[in-house]
């Protein structure tokens, strides 16, 4: 690091930003200028380990592979009207998504532009296919902005407030965030009370089973905190929603694509869904996300679903240059290994600081929450974001999740000496934090 955060260069471009565009979510006011695998520049010359693009681009930064398919893919054609004529990577990487998800069952794609997208074709998929009209989620879940997706979204209340009303017919349940169980119960004798609340009360007294079209699940949370259910609790809500008759719909955006060490964090829980979404790493970071759903959800006439950018040649050229280097390159191999690894390295923190209360994820997906102290519980949202902040100064950069956790999502590529400095420098942001 050779300036502070932000740098000279580096203010100007934040400045017109906050001019010119609308109000998100940006954070760490840091600019890049170039990136390679987990490293990346800003344009004052400082350097940082990223440990937050790999939900995204899991192959890191500018993947050869995928900077090769993308050049050799635009010499050809940028578009082509794909909902109304064909052209071949297109049925190309709909049936490598195919062979890829879980189950024997055939299977067909939606192809969109992102994540939020996938899920409101999979709202649709499931009201067409079920004639059903209501919807099961969960509190913590994060599906998307639009509005049918964030009529699904239960992570935080400024992602919903002055949009009532949205799409009617949901019901949030409480997830298994058995490290806050809503409860108040412990896992070891709770019986996945979460998951059979649906079935014992709330198809009792509430919402009539034969009315709801799907359950919609992240295998692991994402915005809501890296939250990791027990096996138990997705196996008994796939089977409630068998006995049903509802879809289950695994929501893979952020977890999807080889962030656990699987290529589909749902291969953790031995659960085979009837539509799985996909965005974000898909394509190493190009717009693109997938709807794989059950071929008989099929949509049974033209126009009731379609897009004009899903499918975009140049997206799908990368997405298929992702598959063969994940596949070529072990990078799943390298997700569980360094993720083992890493979160070693977070409980050794943990043994060492305590503020850090829990630690949790799957393979690269990994995140450790900071409270108080760990008999309360209480958040410590001021000292996560300290620490964010901390970190970003000493050339790390991550992101926030949940109330006070902090994600890491390196890319699939890292090596053990990025995760090891990485640490490194975590350490001394949560000691300085500490004493504040």
Request: charged letters at 25%.
């Amino acid at each position: 690091m050779i300036t502070p955060v932000p740098g000279p260069l580096t203010q100007p471009i934040v400045d017109r930003d906050v001019r010119y565009l609308a109000t998100g979510t940006k954070g760490s006011p840091v600019a890049v200028k170039w990136g390679r695998g987990v490293r990346f520049e800003d344009v004052d010359g400082n350097l940082y380990l990223d440990f937050t693009n790999g939900m995204v681009a899991g192959t890191g930064h500018c993947h050869p592979k995928v900077v090769k398919a993308i050049q050799e893919q635009a010499e050809k054609f940028l578009f082509f009207n794909g909902p109304d004529f064909y052209y071949e990577i297109q049925g190309l990487i709909a049936e490598q998504l195919c062979q890829l998800a879980p189950g024997a069952h055939d299977k067909k794609v939606f192809l969109s532009n992102s994540g939020a997208e996938a899920n409101e074709a999979a709202i649709k998929l499931t009201r067409s296919g079920t004639n059903r009209k209501q919807f099961i989620a969960f509190l913590g879940a994060f599906h998307g902005r639009t509005m049918g997706a964030l009529s699904l979204t239960g992570s935080k209340v400024v992602q919903r407030e002055s949009f009532f009303p949205m799409l009617p017919g949901v019901t949030h349940l409480p997830f298994a965030y058995c490290y806050r169980c809503a409860y108040g119960m412990k896992e070891e004798t709770c019986g996945m009370w979460c998951a059979h609340i649906l079935e014992d009360l709330y198809f009792q007294r509430l919402i009539p089973a034969e009315e709801v079209a799907a359950v919609f699940m992240e295998p692991q949370q994402g915005e809501g905190g890296y939250v990791v259910p027990p096996k138990a609790f997705v196996q008994a809500i796939q089977a409630i929603c068998r006995k049903y008759g509802i879809l289950f719909v695994a929501d893979e955006v952020q977890a999807g694509f080889g962030k656990t060490g699987r290529l589909f964090a749902i291969e953790h829980f031995d659960v085979v869904p009837d539509i799985i979404n996909l965005g974000k790493a898909i394509a190493s970071g190009l717009p693109l996300g997938a709807t794989i759903f059950r071929s008989e959800l099929d949509f049974p006439k033209q126009g009731r679903h379609s897009n004009t950018y899903g499918g975009n040649p140049i997206a799908v050229a990368a997405a298929l240059a992702t598959i063969e280097a994940i596949k070529e390159e072990k990078m799943l191999e390298n997700a569980r290994e360094r993720g083992a690894s890493f979160k070693e390295g977070l409980q050794r923190l943990q043994g060492e600081f305590e503020p850090i209360g829990d630690v949790r994820g799957l393979g690269l997906m990994l995140a450790i929450e900071l409270v108080l102290d760990r008999e309360s519980k209480i958040p410590a949202k001021e000292m996560r974001d300290k620490v964010i902040d901390l970190c970003c100064e000493r050339g790390l950069l991550l992101l926030p999740c949940g109330t006070s956790a902090i994600r890491f999502t390196p890319a699939i590529v890292v090596t053990r000496e990025e995760i090891d400095l990485g640490l490194e420098i975590l350490r001394g942001a949560i000691r300085d934090a500490m004493k504040t």
